[in-house]
Each structure stands twice: as structure tokens, then as C-alpha cells.
T-cell receptor, first 114, second 114 residues
Framework: KAGVTQTPRYLIKTRGQQVTLSCSPI?????VSWYQQTPGQGLQFLFE???????NKGNFPGRFSGRQFSNSRSEMNVSTLELGDSALYLC?????????????FGQGTRLTVV | GQQVMQIPQYQHVQEGEDFTTYCNSS?????IQWYKQRPGGHPVFLIQ?????EVKKQKRLTFQFGEAKKNSSLHITATQTTDVGTYFC??????????????FGQGTTLQVKP
């Protein structure tokens, strides 16, 4: 079974630009969550999509948005990039069976804003 | 909002010594999960604890979930160089057991000197 695939792996953007990151979950997984990882803040939850609907949202500004398609693939968009948006963006797909949920992470997209 | 605190932030040990990382939540958790992230890698699921007071073992790793379901620990016996990485706890609050949203601790980075 293929794992979670994130593209691109690396990205360099300038301040003020916008960026779109892509995540293809494991086949059959309908939940896709996005996290921002920085050395100082650890893993911060951005949002979760389930069946094309945003089910949960973290405490990030409106510049961060996402969507999920009917095939469960998800995209994350960041507009008006700031230097502080430089981070590793991780996508995780999961399927819940009762109380058991295991999140499978992709390799991440390393975004550098200059 | 819900917070998960993890200590220590860093731990350097001599190979063969034991290691423990602790996790505390501001709210009662429905379950807690542990992940390991190798340098340059992505978080990989280790285990999930669901029951109050639960203890699980994986070879040299022992995981505990507190009686009040607000704290957890990971203990590694006789560390090896392959144990190097950052260990994260991640919790789900009682009201979000059926979602993919995880609140991560800041992680404990383990260095093992051979």
C-alpha cells in the first residue's frame, strides 16, 4: 500500500507570494490533517478535512486555507507569505476504528520564505 | 485551548543508560499516541494508549497512561544509538475522539553517545 505523498518536497518563495502544497493520502483514508512544524513551536495543528469538509481548524490566520477533493487528496494554500511561515508542512492521513486512530505522515514539504 | 506539555526538551545519554520523557495535558484525554521522528524524517506512529492506567511494552520501550488520563510517559531501557530521534506525545481530547485532530507535545530530542 502506498504511503502518504506530499508534493513538492522543497519550495522557496519570496515574501508576499502565495503557495499551494499537495497531499495524497493512503488509499481508503478519508481524513487528512495538516501540521506546521518549526524548531521552536513543534507540531502545530492547522486543519483537518474529512469527506471534503473541514472538520477541525487550528489557531492560524486566514491566510492559511485548505480543501479536499472527492478522491481525498488535499491541498493547502498560504497567501501573502511571511518570513515566519518558513517551516516543514506535514500532512497526515488516518482512518478511525472506534477509539483507535493512527496518523500516517508524509515526508513533508519544506517551505522557505525569503 | 487544550495544551500538551512534554519534558524534557532535550536529553543526552550514554549508550546503555535509560531514558524517560513525560507528557502532561491540560485536559482529560480520550487517548494518547506516541510518535518518533528521526533526524530529517517524518513522525512515525509508535503506539496508542486508551485506558486509564494502561501500560504497554514494545521491546525496550514502556508506555504508560496516567490514571486520570491527563499524563503519559515513555521509558526506554538500555538506550541504543538507533533510539536517536525526537519523541512526541499526541493527545486527543475527550470530545474529539472520532476526529483526526491531534495536539502534539513539543517533543523530546534524544541523543545517544556510543
Amino acid at each position: 500500500k502506498a504511503g502518504v505523498t506530499q508534493t513538492p518536497r522543497y519550495l522557496i518563495k519570496t515574501r508576499g507570494q502565495q503557495v499551494t502544497l499537495s497531499c495524497s493520502p493512503i488509499s481508503g483514508h478519508r481524513s487528512v490533517s495538516w501540521y506546521q512544524q518549526t524548531p521552536g513551536q513543534g507540531l502545530q495543528f492547522l486543519f483537518e478535512y474529512f469527506s471534503e469538509t473541514q472538520r477541525n481548524k487550528g489557531n492560524f490566520p486566514g491566510r492559511f486555507s485548505g480543501r479536499q477533493f472527492s478522491n481525498s487528496r488535499s491541498e493547502m494554500n498560504v497567501s501573502t507569505l511571511e518570513l515566519g511561515d518558513s517551516a516543514l508542512y506535514l500532512c497526515a492521513s488516518s482512518v478511525s476504528v472506534g477509539l483507535f486512530t493512527e496518523a500516517f505522515f508524509g515526508q513533508g514539504t519544506r517551505l522557505t520564505v525569503v | 485551548g487544550q495544551q500538551v506539555m512534554q519534558i524534557p526538551q532535550y536529553q543526552h545519554v550514554q549508550e546503555g543508560e535509560d531514558f524517560t520523557t513525560y507528557c502532561n495535558s491540560s485536559t482529560t484525554l480520550s487517548n494518547i499516541q506516541w510518535y518518533k521522528q528521526r533526524p530529517g524524517g517524518h513522525p512515525v506512529f509508535l503506539i496508542q494508549l486508551v485506558k486509564s492506567g494502561e501500560v504497554k511494552k514494545q521491546k525496550r520501550l514502556t508506555f504508560q497512561f496516567g490514571e486520570a488520563k491527563k499524563n503519559s510517559s515513555l521509558h526506554i531501557t538500555a538506550t541504543q544509538t538507533t533510539d536517536v530521534g525526537t519523541y512526541f506525545c499526541a493527545g486527543k481530547s475527550g470530545g474529539s475522539s472520532n476526529t483526526g485532530k491531534l495536539i502534539f507535545g513539543q517533543g523530546t530530542t534524544l541523543q545517544v553517545k556510543p
